[in-house]
Each structure stands twice: as C-alpha cells, then as structure tokens.
C-alpha cells in the first residue's frame, strides 16, 4: 500500500447547504468523464442538504467559455433577484401608463415559489481539458484559470475550479472516478460540491462579520 501526504484533509464541519443556491456550468469536451464529474458534484451537493430545485446546470460548448457564463450567471442571478422583488411588489406599477408593466402586472402577489429566487451562493465551473498535439491545451488552461479566479474576487461569489487539466486519458479518467487500468480513481466532482457548499456558508458568514472563533 503506498501512503502519501498530498490531497485534501476533510472539514470537521458539516456545511449545511439547505438555504444555499449553487450554479454549475460545464463545458461539453470530453463529455463521458464531465458527466461523472457533473454527477459527483450534484451527489455532494445534496447529501449536504442543497434542495434540487436550487441546483441550475448550464453547458457550454467547451472549458474556455467557462469564465463568461460564470460572469454572467452571477450577475443574472442578482438581476433575477431584483425582478422577484418588483414581482412580489404585487402591481405596484412605478412606471406611467406606456411602461410596459403596466400591461402586464396583473395585481397579484407573485407565488411564494418565487422567494427561492437568490444570487448564486457558488458557481462549480466545470470542463475536461486532456492535452492534445497542439498548444490549445497550455493556452486554454492558462486563460481559464486565471479568468476564473478573477472572476472570484471580483463579484465575492467563489468559483469552484472544477477544471480537469489532464496530460492522458488515463489521468481524466481516474480523476472523474470512471478509473483505468484496475485502478478506481477518485471523483473529483465530489470535492467541488462539497467545496461549494463550505465556500458559500463561509462567504455568507463572512459577509456578516463572523469570524471563526479560536
Ligand atoms: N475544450 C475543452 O473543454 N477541453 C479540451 O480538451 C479542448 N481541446 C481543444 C483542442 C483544440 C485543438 C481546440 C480548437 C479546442 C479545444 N477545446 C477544448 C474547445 C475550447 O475550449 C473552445 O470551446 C473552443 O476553442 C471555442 O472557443
């Protein structure tokens, strides 16, 4: 048995995901190992107690489009916020009598299922890049992570880095959990749920001002 000191330890904390709402995204490259990584994540998503219906998938087509539908997803989740709030206003029409809510605010009180509606508390971005005989891989893994990061600190919604950079098939393969060569591997997608949960509880405390007491 071989033992090693790298990898991630477990948190001793259980993260209660049940209030939070996670946006995964993935790229469609390599879609038999983004599949089990997609199902990882949302199995961990779950298990710590995220409800399904606050669980959005979107695809893209491949990993570098992965930094513009985070942006995106992040501010259109804070637009759809705004609107929610203008529905449950239930009529009241700010506007004159040419807005165009005016015709369609019909009075009443827009259902309670509409409450769910809340800024993404993560974004997993997913996406499978196996080295190839060009320099696409170097370029893609470069730009991607740096732009992801980016988008991170930028908006203070974390972005999980669920971005397989793999040198073989063989090392994607193991990563995703499908496992090569009687070897099992380890799925990776379960770690980034995970990671989305504790990354969006601490930044929700956080933004409290509450700290980790020593
Ligand atoms: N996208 C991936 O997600 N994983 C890959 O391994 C991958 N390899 C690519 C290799 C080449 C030669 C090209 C042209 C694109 C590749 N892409 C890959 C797609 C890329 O992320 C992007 O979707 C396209 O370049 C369109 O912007």
């Known amino acids: 048995m071989t ?28 879609k038999s190992i983004i599949d089990s990584l997609v199902t990882g994540a949302v199995n961990k998503l779950k298990e710590a107690g995220v409800k ?11 990993s570098f489009e992965l930094p513009l539908a985070c942006s995106r997803m992040i501010s259109g989740s804070h637009i759809q916020v705004g ?18 809510k005016a015709t369609s605010r019909t ?11 809340q800024p993404f508390d993560a974004v997993i971005a997913i996406g499978v890049l196996i080295k190839g005989e060009t320099m696409h891989f170097e370029y893609i893994c470069e730009s991607v992570s740096h ?25 994607a ?13 380890h799925n990776h997608g379960e770690d980034w749920g ?10 929700r405390r956080w933004g409290e001002g509450k700290f980790a007491s020593t």
């Open 3 to 30: 033992s090693t000191i790298k990898g991630l330890v477990k948190s001793e904390t259980k993260y209660d995901g049940s209030d939070l709402r996670i946006a995964i995204v993935h790229a469609r490259w390599n």
């Open 52 to 62: 399904e219906s606050n669980i959005v998938i979107e695809t893209v087509p491949g």
């Open 83 to 100: 609107s929610s709030v203008t529905d449950l206003l239930g009529g009241l029409n700010f506007g004159g009598p040419t807005s165009p």
């Open 107 to 117: 009075g009443t009180p827009a259902p309670a299922a509409a409450l769910s509606n």
């Open 147 to 171: 732009a992801l990061m980016k988008i991170q600190l930028d908006t203070g919604v974390p972005v999980i880095f669920g971005v397989l950079t793999a040198l073989s098939d063989d090392q």
């Open 173 to 185: 393969l193991e990563r995703s959990g499908l496992g090569r060569n009687g070897k099992p591997g």
């Open 194 to 203: 995970l990671a989305a949960v504790e990354m969006g509880s601490h930044v």
